[in-house]
């Protein structure tokens, strides 16, 4: 595997500390990323799901190195080379980020409103000394050019554009630096539905043409379906299934991943959500989560076991893993075609 | 006629900005009936938000105008919402008895210095109730219907105690404490998990069958949509492009907008690495706009001359199914 992987992260962690009192003294810890292990093969696109408070964007930043991990290997192969990123010193990683891009949410809060088009997407290239003057306006303009902007606006400011064209800016920004693997945190979530296909559609093109690698978070499971090769999903700071997209759609593995996949509302009258049942009851607090498996408050299929011993993540099918003690008994729901 | 509740009949909500006058709700007209759902759909700036607000007389008073009918049906007649002073003792009589709202953010709608449950017995107090054990009781009664646990303890909790959830049944219970027999939903589980969605789309449906009220639903979600309304209206840049049933509107939509809506939007295990179709450009924004059709600029089968030239007729496809298209007028429909 390791010859295609791109990324490999193996028992990601990051606690936060929970302080209370004047003295801040630290009396506990929110884990909200939990021994979290996955790999991304160049070229492909990981999806990354879970609810809120889940730790996927979390994970996301640690990945970025922009918050600092608690434990756990970042593994970038790059020419040839292995880097753990968790072990970089800031400035090796600030050098190193070139490689590593990410895309926000929100196009109207992570541009920066007193900056040109031109600053913005050009900021990467001058930061890390790699072009000026006539060749930084010529990375520029192709970085405009490929998320399809007008290279005339240039020197607009974003408060000029609407949403989905600054989240091109957005994109362009990342891609003005060349990088290998792009982070995409909620990226099309803020977006009109219209638009929202265009910024996917656009997505893909690039990874088609430039071979870029995705890690996609997301809440939105038919966007997630729609652009991943593969899918993780998490609970709670921890992953609780990993497989090929259409094997974790039709044929999941775990009761949490059959929950979110029924509580989907489909656009189409004929497939209707289930008058009764679901998934009951509402997200832990992550900084008290329950005993043993995470989920067992909410599963419909807990047993004594459940709320004693927290499932390990273990393979039950070729390339699909699961933390479920009954993972390869029960007969889960999926989403037919 | 008797089932209707609520009755909006071309209702324009203008606003006077420096730069022109934002036309945000443009001749929009539909009826709400008992025990039914009228879906809204649309993007942002369509005017979904805005109509129900106009509905509720709580656009701002110094820079926006409504004009229109809005009639409020009852056994003994009607009255024109539309008329009424905002601000005057009949409009506020009317909110929360007749007609409730929920909103997205249940956070900016409840008041962060009240318990959650002083801040549901107020509705009760401001209309008439004096008994405060009573009130209380009622809050309990009614907490505990939309699926709060321990509601006894949680009604002098603080909303900021409560989890996005659980504020939300709040602010449900907090709606329906006076029965009022119209509740508009402004995209009420947008901010909500998909798992805590499926909850309170449940919980509404039930509350539904229960009371009768009639519901108005807007959200942006298709989905959500399909499993909500009865009737759906698609309203693009101020005006309702096209009407009908839930299965009209998803099954044989008219509208070029509407089928460019319903493509867009990524269907499980068909769109496998294909693109999406899209539509092309953005919503602009509505000042100033011409006299004609709104999604002219962006539709793929625009028609120079017929289009651009004025707003296009509602022609009606079959019956309660109508398209605001010149593709459909009968003067252009090639034989």
Same mark, same amino acid.
């Given at each position: 595997?390791?010859?295609?992987?791109?990324?490999?992260?193996?028992?990601?962690?990051?606690?936060?500390?929970?302080?209370?009192?004047?003295?801040?003294?630290?009396?506990?810890?929110?884990?909200?990323?939990?021994?979290?292990?996955?790999?991304?093969?160049?070229?492909?696109?990981?999806?990354?799901?879970?609810?809120?408070?889940?730790?996927?964007?979390?994970?996301?930043?640690?990945?970025?190195?922009?918050?600092?991990?608690?434990?756990?290997?970042?593994?970038?192969?790059?020419?040839?080379?292995?880097?753990?990123?968790?072990?970089?010193?800031?400035?090796?990683?600030?050098?190193?980020?070139?490689?590593?891009?990410?895309?926000?949410?929100?196009?109207?809060?992570?541009?920066?409103?007193?900056?040109?088009?031109?600053?913005?997407?050009?900021?990467?290239?001058?930061?890390?000394?790699?072009?000026?003057?006539?060749?930084?306006?010529?990375?520029?303009?192709?970085?405009?050019?490929?998320?399809?902007?007008?290279?005339?606006?240039?020197?607009?400011? &974003?408060?000029?554009?609407?949403?989905? $064209?600054?989240? @091109?800016?957005?994109?362009?920004?990342? !891609?003005?630096?060349? +990088? /290998?693997?792009?982070?995409?945190?909620?990226?099309?979530?803020?977006?009109?539905?219209?638009?929202?296909?265009?910024?996917?559609?656009?997505?893909?093109?690039?990874?088609?043409?430039?071979?870029?690698?995705?890690?996609?978070?997301?809440?939105?499971?038919?966007?997630?379906?729609?652009?991943?090769?593969?899918?993780?999903?998490?609970?709670?700071?921890?992953?609780?299934?990993?497989?090929?997209?259409?094997?974790?759609?039709?044929?999941?593995?775990?009761?949490?991943?059959?929950?979110?996949?029924?509580?989907?509302?489909?656009?189409?009258?004929?497939?209707?959500?289930?008058?009764?049942?679901?998934?009951?009851?509402?997200?832990?607090?992550?900084?008290?989560?329950?005993?043993?498996?995470?989920?067992? &408050?909410?599963?419909?299929?807990?047993? $004594?076991?459940? @709320?004693?011993?927290?499932?390990?993540? !273990?393979?039950?099918? +070729? /390339?699909?893993?699961?933390?479920?003690?009954?993972?390869?008994?029960?007969?889960?729901?999926?989403?037919?075609? | 006629?008797?089932?209707?509740?609520?009755?909006?009949?071309?209702?324009?909500?203008?606003?006077?900005?420096?730069?022109?006058?934002?036309?945000?709700?443009?001749?929009?007209?539909?009826?709400?009936?008992?025990?039914?759902?009228?879906?809204?759909?649309?993007?942002?700036?369509?005017?979904?938000?805005?109509?129900?607000?106009?509905?509720?007389?709580?656009?701002?008073?110094?820079?926006?105008?409504?004009?229109?009918?809005?009639?409020?049906?009852?056994?003994?007649?009607?009255?024109?919402?539309?008329?009424?002073?905002?601000?005057?003792?009949?409009?506020?009589?009317?909110?929360?008895?007749?007609?409730?709202?929920?909103?997205?953010?249940?956070?900016?709608?409840?008041?962060?210095?009240?318990?959650?449950?002083?801040?549901?017995?107020?509705?009760?107090?401001?209309?008439?109730?004096?008994?405060?054990?009573?009130?209380?009781?009622?809050?309990?009664?009614?907490?505990?219907?939309?699926?709060?646990?321990?509601?006894?303890?949680?009604?002098?909790?603080?909303?900021?105690?409560?989890?996005?959830?659980?504020?939300?049944?709040?602010?449900?219970?907090?709606?329906?404490?006076?029965?009022?027999?119209?509740?508009?939903?402004?995209?009420?589980?947008?901010?909500?998990?998909?798992?805590?969605?499926?909850?309170?789309?449940?919980?509404?449906?039930?509350?539904?069958?229960?009371?009768?009220?009639?519901?108005?639903?807007?959200?942006?979600?298709?989905?959500?949509?399909?499993?909500?309304?009865?009737?759906?209206?698609?309203?693009?840049?101020?005006?309702?492009?096209?009407?009908?049933?839930?299965?009209?509107?998803?099954?044989?939509?008219?509208?070029?907008?509407?089928?460019?809506?319903?493509?867009?939007?990524?269907?499980?295990?068909?769109?496998?690495?294909?693109?999406?179709?899209?539509?092309?450009?953005?919503?602009?924004?509505?000042?100033?706009?011409?006299?004609?059709?709104?999604?002219?600029?962006?539709?793929?089968?625009?028609?120079?001359?017929?289009?651009?030239?004025?707003?296009?007729?509602?022609?009606?496809?079959?019956?309660?199914?109508?398209?605001?298209?010149?593709?459909?007028?009968?003067?252009?429909?090639?034989?």
């Amino acid at each position: 595997m390791s010859e295609t992987s791109l990324l490999e992260v193996r028992g990601l962690t990051k606690y936060f500390p929970i302080e209370q009192g004047l003295l801040r003294r630290v009396v506990g810890h929110v884990r909200a990323v939990d021994q979290v292990s996955f790999s991304i093969n160049r070229g492909r696109t990981l999806g990354l799901v879970g609810e809120s408070g889940s730790g996927k964007t979390t994970l996301g930043r640690c990945v970025m190195r922009a918050i600092e991990l608690t434990a756990g290997e970042i593994i970038f192969h790059h020419q040839g080379e292995s880097t753990d990123l968790a072990q970089l010193s800031r400035r090796e990683m600030r050098e190193f980020r070139k490689h590593l891009q990410m895309i926000f949410q929100d196009p109207y809060s992570s541009l920066d409103p007193r900056k040109t088009v031109f600053d913005i997407v050009s900021e990467p290239l001058r930061i890390n000394k790699i072009a000026s003057g006539k060749a930084l306006e010529q990375r520029v303009r192709k970085a405009l050019e490929l998320v399809g902007l007008d290279v005339r606006y240039m020197k607009r400011y &974003p408060h000029a554009f609407s949403g989905g $064209q600054r989240q @091109r800016i957005g994109i362009a920004r990342a !891609l003005s630096i060349n +990088p /290998q693997l792009i982070i995409c945190d909620e990226a099309v979530s803020a977006l009109d539905v219209s638009v929202q296909a265009q910024i996917l559609n656009l997505l893909k093109d690039l990874q088609d043409e430039l071979g870029l690698t995705y890690l996609f978070i997301a809440h939105d499971l038919s966007v997630v379906e729609h652009v991943s090769n593969d899918v993780a999903v998490m609970y709670v700071g921890k992953l609780v299934e990993q497989a090929p997209t259409r094997l974790l759609f039709s044929r999941p593995r775990h009761p949490y991943t059959e929950a979110l996949l029924s509580a989907i509302p489909r656009p189409d009258p004929d497939q209707p959500l289930p008058e009764s049942g679901g998934v009951e009851g509402e997200l832990p607090d992550p900084a008290h989560p329950p005993s043993g498996c995470y989920f067992h &408050p909410r599963c419909p299929y807990a047993q $004594q076991i459940c @709320r004693e011993e927290e499932p390990p993540l !273990l393979e039950v099918a +070729p /390339q699909q893993v699961a933390a479920c003690h009954f993972a390869d008994e029960l007969e889960l729901q999926g989403i037919e075609d | 006629m008797s089932d209707v509740v609520l009755e909006v009949k071309d209702l324009h909500t203008y606003f006077e900005l420096e730069e022109g006058t934002l036309k945000a709700v443009n001749g929009v007209s539909f009826a709400i009936k008992k025990n039914r759902t009228l879906g809204i759909v649309g993007e942002s700036g369509c005017g979904k938000s805005v109509t129900a607000q106009s509905i509720m007389r709580i656009t701002p008073k110094k820079t926006s105008s409504v004009s229109g009918q809005i009639m409020l049906h009852h056994d003994f007649g009607a009255i024109d919402i539309a008329q009424l002073d905002e601000d005057g003792d009949q409009m506020r009589d009317l909110r929360g008895r007749e007609i409730a709202m929920i909103f997205q953010e249940p956070m900016t709608a409840f008041s962060p210095v009240h318990t959650v449950g002083n801040q549901i017995m107020e509705a009760l107090f401001v209309h008439g109730e004096t008994d405060k054990k009573t009130a209380r009781k009622r809050a309990i009664a009614l907490l505990d219907e939309v699926g709060i646990p321990a509601p006894e303890r949680r009604i002098d909790e603080y909303p900021f105690q409560l989890s996005g959830g659980m504020r939300q049944r709040s602010m449900i219970a907090m709606a329906i404490i006076l029965n009022p027999r119209l509740l508009i939903a402004d995209e009420p589980t947008t901010a909500l998990d998909v798992t805590i969605q499926a909850q309170i789309l449940r919980l509404m449906k039930r509350l539904q069958r229960d009371n009768g009220m009639a519901i108005m639903f807007i959200t942006h979600d298709l989905g959500v949509i399909a499993n909500m309304a009865d009737d759906v209206a698609v309203m693009y840049l101020g005006k309702i492009v096209e009407f009908g049933s839930l299965h009209q509107i998803f099954k044989e939509p008219k509208h070029p907008y509407t089928k460019g809506l319903l493509r867009s939007i990524p269907k499980f295990g068909e769109t496998d690495g294909k693109h999406l179709a899209t539509i092309k450009g953005t919503v602009p924004v509505p000042l100033n706009p011409p006299d004609a059709c709104p999604f002219a600029s962006r539709c793929s089968e625009f028609i120079p001359g017929k289009c651009d030239a004025r707003m296009p007729d509602a022609v009606t496809i079959s019956p309660g199914h109508t398209v605001n298209c010149v593709l459909y007028e009968p003067t252009n429909i090639q034989t």
